[in-house]
């Protein structure tokens, strides 16, 4: 039996291998990144790259999220080509960096902004602080450059001593520290000194609270004015002349309180009582606004209209300046005197009217108002069908007008009302409460309710001893009735033969076609028109005496 043995790697396979190992292991130590990996390329632009070299972190509200890949110059054909759909330097230098960003650290935002930072406070390496910009920005692609409008270089410290302290500066610095030297060894500045270490300590407790104060009252008052200041400054930084012009003035002011040392000296003895009686006084200043302001803004009409005011009361004056003279005013108290009782005995009669106009002002306001407002409300299956048009005082104009419009016709006998009589073929029987007598009528079509209930004794409460405002508004509710009896006819149907119905409509189709016969002749000029008005008349006569009186049906 023949023995299994695994089959053994070629030493070709194995050289390969180690070959690609070593390959790979050299490019990771050299490169510090894996050749399969890596984030999104980003470039902006730079005024000046510093003290940045590839491999600095790049940086999202401190969370390290990418590297710096490169750091070229600005060439011209990029600050002329490449960078110019964003923007270039000034003075066309700078410095394009490029940035390796993870996908932790996007998307980045077209209005994103890079900064370099130092690593330490005095100098040392850099990075790259970002701010991914706002949410309502596009999102930059990959071949978007961020112009140098979007970053910002860090102060280092030699640009501030080569900046600032200038030949001038330091000869003024030199006089300062000179000047300085002789009032502490000369003028007794050093005693001075001396006697403010021991009176400071009174000092700093109100210096705490001024800086307790500065913290301000709400959260980021400090915050606030650092940001403000920052635009005060970039703003007196925008305008140099400006800017000396106002240190130029400053000199002056502080020479001026210089001259006057004593005054000066007094003034600051006298400013903690001032203080005191200007918190007291914008105390009550404070308070006063409130109501100052809505007053402001009640008395802005009058204000407006004033003008005109005083231009038509001008007259009036120049009238009242003549009528107080010594002579007019004499004449005029002369004539007033008799009616002086007399408005006297009329204010006290007035006062029993003005109670009774307040009644009945009271009386509208609570009860007769409110009452005009409601509407009628006969519930939700009522109201469906036939609710109200509106509220009581519009359906009671609605009234007037159709009363108003039965008076339009007229002739040369005046006015006069036109009245159309109804009929139908549905018979409605009702019974006279008081009379107990039968009553009957006809409607065009059958009656689907009452509203209110016809044997509803519901009625409002009367108090006639109660005043008018202090009673209730009456309740327009109510609960629709049943329909009163009732017998529908078809339409067009005639009277069974032999029955009252019958004669009635007989006698009075022979009188009406007797009267409109006789009409038609005299209209004609006919001379039996006389004879026929005699008969139709005589039938119309009979048709009362007989339907008239109750006596034919």
């Known amino acids: 039996m023949r023995s299994f043995s695994p089959k053994k790697m070629p030493d070709w396979l194995i050289g390969l291998l180690l070959v690609v190992v070593l390959a790979v292991g050299s490019y990771v130590a050299f490169t510090k990144k894996v050749p399969w990996g890596g984030g999104t390329e980003v470039s902006a632009v730079f005024r000046s790259a510093q003290n940045l070299r590839p491999n600095s972190p790049v940086r999202i509200a401190g969370v390290e999220v990418g590297k710096v890949t490169k750091v070229e110059p600005l060439a011209d054909s990029d600050a002329n080509d490449g960078v110019g759909t964003t923007g270039s330097t000034a003075n066309g230098s700078g410095a394009v960096v490029t940035m390796e960003i993870d996908d932790e650290g996007l998307p980045l935002k077209e209005d994103a902004r890079f900064e370099l930072k130092p690593r330490l406070f005095l100098e040392g390496n850099l990075f790259v602080n970002v701010s991914p910009g706002s949410p309502s920005a596009p999102v930059a692609d990959g071949d978007y450059v961020f112009p140098p409008q979007q970053t910002d270089n860090t102060v280092q410290l030699d640009q501030v001593l080569t900046d600032v302290f200038q030949a001038d500066a330091r000869r003024e610095l030199q006089v300062f520290l000179d000047q300085f030297g002789n009032a502490l060894t000369k003028e007794g500045g050093a005693e001075s000194i001396r006697v403010l270490n021991k009176t400071s300590p009174g000092a700093f407790k109100y210096t705490s609270q001024v800086n307790q104060a500065l913290l301000g009252e709400n959260p980021h008052d400090l915050s606030s004015l650092i940001y403000n200041l920052n635009r005060v400054v970039r703003g007196l930084d925008g305008n140099e002349e400006a800017l000396q012009d106002l240190i130029t003035n400053l000199r002056i002011t502080t020479g001026s309180f210089a001259a006057q040392d004593v005054s000066l000296e007094r003034a600051i003895q006298e400013l903690p009582n001032t203080l005191e009686a200007g918190n007291q006084a914008f105390t009550s200043l404070n308070a006063a606004f409130p109501p100052t302001r809505a007053f402001a803004r009640e008395i802005l009409p009058g204000v407006r209209s004033a003008p005109a005011t005083l231009d038509a009361a001008?007259?009036?004056?120049?009238?009242?300046?003549?009528?107080?003279?010594?002579?007019?005013?004499?004449?005029?108290?002369?004539?007033?005197?008799?009616?002086?009782?007399?408005?006297?005995?009329?204010?006290?009669?007035?006062?029993?009217?003005?109670?009774?106009?307040?009644?009945?002002?009271?009386?509208?306001?609570?009860?007769?108002?409110?009452?005009?407002?409601?509407?009628?409300?006969?519930?939700?299956?009522?109201?469906?069908?036939?609710?109200?048009?509106?509220?009581?005082?519009?359906?009671?104009?609605?009234g007037l007008a159709g009363i108003s419009g039965e008076s339009r016709s007229g002739d040369a006998n005046g006015q006069y009302i036109r009245v159309i009589g109804g009929g139908g073929s549905n018979t409605v029987q009702l019974t006279d409460e008081s009379t107990g007598a039968n009553l009957a009528g006809v409607t065009p079509f059958p009656i689907d309710g009452s509203m209110p209930p016809v044997d509803s004794d519901v009625k409002p409460p009367f108090k006639p001893e109660v005043p008018c405002e202090n009673q209730d508004p009456p309740d327009l509710r109510a609960v629709p009735g049943p329909a009163p009896d009732q017998t529908s006819t078809p339409a067009g149907a005639a009277p069974a033969a032999g029955t009252e119905a019958d004669s009635l409509i007989t006698d009075a189709t022979s009188t009406l076609k007797g009267l409109g016969e006789a009409a038609q002749a005299e209209d004609d000029g006919d001379a039996k028109a006389g004879r026929l008005q005699r008969r139709a008349m005589k039938d119309l006569a009979d048709f009362y005496d007989t339907y008239g009186s109750g006596g034919g049906g």
Not at 362 to 381: K, M, Q, R, T, Y
Request: aromatic share 8%; proline share 8%; charged share 20%.
């Open 314 to 398: 001008t007259p009036l004056l120049a009238q009242l300046r003549g009528l107080a003279q010594p002579d007019e005013l004499r004449g005029l108290v002369a004539d007033l005197r008799p009616t002086v009782p007399t408005l006297a005995r009329l204010t006290r009669k007035t006062l029993p009217f003005m109670e009774q106009t307040r009644a009945l002002s009271s009386c509208f306001n609570n009860v007769i108002i409110p009452w005009s407002l409601d509407e009628v409300d006969g519930g939700a299956l009522y109201n469906q069908d036939h609710g109200p048009n509106g509220n009581v005082f519009e359906e009671t104009a609605y």
